[in-house]
Each structure stands twice: as C-alpha cells, then as structure tokens.
C-alpha cells in the first residue's frame, strides 16, 4: 500500500474527509457505487472522444455537444484525446504506467500550438450548470504539460460543461508554475503525513448522514 501515485481526485478526496479517502482509496475495503451521473458522464465522455479524434458521428442523443465540440476541433494545433500524463518525485516526466510514476493525470482533451508556444487542456463535464467549477484539475494538468512539453509557455485551461454549454476558463503560464507546485506540493504532504502516521480522521459534513458509504463511520447516519 502506497500513497503515490497521486492525482488531482486523490487530493480532493482526502480533502473532503481523510477516512472516506482510506477506505476508498488504500484499503480498498469500500467502492463507491456507479450512480446513473458517472454512468452518463462516461458516455459522453466516449462519444466527445470518438468524434474530436476520428470524426465519429456523435449519437442523436449527445447532438448537443457538437457546437461546443466543433469550436474547439476548429482551434489551431494538434488535437490529443484521452493524454495521459506521468511525473516522477522529480517533477520528471515519465509514462503514465511507468515504475516511478509519482503523479498521474488524464486529460480528455490537449490542443498543441507549438508555432505560438500554446496548449488549450480541456475537460468534459456534464454537470447541468457550473456552481460546482473546481479549476484545481486544469491547473495540475496545466503543470504537467509545461513538464512534457517544454516548448509550451501558456496554457488555456477550460472545464466544458457540455449541457448548459458553458466554458470556465483559466489560463496558466509556464514562469509562475513554480509557485503553483509549491501549493499542490504542501496538499500532498499533508496527504503523505496522514498516510506515514496511520492517522484518517472524518470531516463531519452534511454528506455523512445519507451520501457516504463508510457505514462504520461513527457520523454516518446508516449505522
């Protein structure tokens, strides 16, 4: 059992309640059920895949996305589904799979400029409006471009809500990423410090009673 790898949904995890995070994560000894959302968000997330890398017509049922989905094939660069990215302890990059892969992401979507030293790193989501935009993913895969692609000196970040058709925008530039580390940096040590000590305390929420599935939880609401 190890901490590392990590990812941006590892860090919001423990974040959100270090227990759930041990249970889910590293014990392994609970699993988080597949809701109808996950369900439809995959799927769409498929049918996006298929039509920006091979042209795939998007069925009737996703005809909503095309709009969106056409700006951004019209964009300049390379397009590149599904980019998987590895770091080592480094900051090194590495393969996704590799040995000494220390952090991992995946981004549905990276748009390379290279004549303007640019990348646009989308990701889908299908939530119905964007109360809820956490930047925090664009930010960590902005990081890692700038590692694999040392030529790219701004990203444009944006979390595309394909069902209401709205794009939260970032933009991230390749001088200010050392500062940026430096936060991502101290989540994990807090993470990694909780994980050496053996400590995974609860975050009592309004989510405990009803929304989490550790029932041995001493706040949660089933037992």
Excluded at 60 to 85: N, T, W
Excluded at 190 to 210: F, P
């Amino acid at each position: 059992m190890n901490i590392a790898p990590w990812s941006f949904s590892k860090i919001k995890s423990f974040e959100q309640c270090p227990k759930k995070f041990y249970h889910l994560k590293m014990a392994k000894d609970y699993k988080e059920p597949e809701t109808e959302a996950m369900l439809y968000g995959t799927a769409v997330h498929l049918a996006a895949e298929e039509y920006v890398r091979d042209g795939t017509a998007l069925p009737a049922k996703y005809s909503y996305c095309k709009d969106v989905l056409d700006a951004l094939l019209a964009k300049k660069g390379e397009k590149i589904c599904e980019l998987e990215m590895g770091l080592t302890e480094n900051l090194e990059p590495c393969g996704f799979r590799d040995d000494n892969v220390w952090w991992r992401g995946i981004a549905d979507l990276v748009i390379l400029d290279r004549e303007a030293k640019l990348a646009w790193v989308i990701d889908y989501k299908t939530s119905k409006n964007t109360r809820y935009a956490d930047k925090g993913q664009l930010e960590l895969m902005a990081l890692a471009v700038f590692k694999h692609y040392p030529d790219i000196k701004t990203v444009h970040g944006g979390l595309l809500f394909v069902v209401c058709n709205e794009l939260v925008k970032a933009q991230y530039y390749y001088e200010v990423a050392p500062s940026l580390w430096a936060k991502w940096l101290a989540d994990y040590s807090r993470m990694e410090q909780a994980y050496k000590k053996d400590v995974w305390n609860a975050n009592q929420s309004g989510l405990c009673k009803r929304h989490c599935i550790v029932t041995e939880c001493v706040y949660n609401g089933r037992n």
